[in-house]
T-cell receptor
Framework: GESVGLHLPTLSVQEGDNSIINCAYS??????FIWYKQESGKGPQFIID?????DKRQGQRVTVLLNKTVKHLSLQIAATQPGDSAVYFC???????????FGDGTTLTVKP | DGGITQSPKYLFRKEGQNVTLSCEQN?????MYWYRQDPGQGLRLIYY???????QKGDIAEGYSVSREKKESFPLTVTSAQQNPTAFYLC???????????FGEGSRLTVL
């Protein structure tokens, strides 16, 4: 069967390596997904989003993959930099909900 | 600059006191939200409002109250009924209920 990445509460990578952060969502009716980055003591900031009619979306150095079959979302960061160190959250939403539900965050630490 | 302003950034409260956290946005967004974040944890929804003069309870509304008399403002009152109010409170807004969230910088409440 297809392998699905596990959600890890912490992730440590070497500067320059690629990072993969995983998230499992709960509601099969969710049709909009967002990744946020939260730096220490600050509010989360939008990174990238994807709608359920897509399975991949790319931004600058970031890619989001969506697997609706297993309700799994991942965020890939290319050439990770020290400034990428933060907590990353995924969020799911659907029109009838009127609100976003956040997953457990992953703390990314980038080692120089 | 457009954005969300939360105040105060830090607040100390004695047990038994009510406190009100301010949230103002000039993004012309219809929807506004309050989230609570405890150390090392994700965001939990307290209350949200999709239009003026209307709001709904989130997942952890007990001990909190809100009002939405103006589109720009969504204050949160932490009442004495909230058993464990020490936390980081985040206000957010979105242009639509399924849109990305724009967060303020947060208010850190400590009960003495």
């Amino acid at each position: 069967g297809e392998s699905v990445g596990l959600h890890l509460p912490t992730l440590s990578v070497q500067e320059g390596d690629n990072s993969i952060i995983n998230c499992a969502y709960s509601n099969s009716a969710s049709d909009y997904f967002i990744w946020y980055k939260q730096e220490s003591g600050k509010g989360p900031q939008f990174i990238i989003d994807i709608r359920s009619n897509m399975d991949k979306r790319q931004g600058q150095r970031v890619t989001v993959l969506l697997n609706k079959t297993v309700k799994h979302l991942s965020l890939q960061i290319a050439a990770t930099q020290p400034g990428d160190s933060a907590v990353y959250f995924c969020a799911e939403n659907h029109a009838n909900a009127g609100k976003s539900t956040f997953g457990d965050g992953t703390t990314l630490t980038v080692k120089p | 600059d457009g954005g969300i302003t939360q105040s105060p950034k830090y607040l100390f409260r004695k047990e038994g006191q009510n406190v009100t956290l301010s949230c103002e946005q000039n993004l012309n967004h219809d929807a506004m939200y309050w989230y609570r974040q405890d150390p090392g944890q994700g965001l939990r929804l307290i209350y949200y409002s999709q239009i003026v003069n209307d709001f709904q309870k989130g997942d952890i509304a007990e001990g909190y109250s809100v009002s939405r008399e103006k589109k720009e403002s969504f204050p949160l009152t932490v009442t004495s009924a909230q058993q464990n109010p020490t936390a980081f409170y985040l206000c957010a807004s979105s242009i639509a209920v399924t849109g990305e969230l724009f967060f303020g910088e947060g208010s850190r409440l400590t009960v003495l």
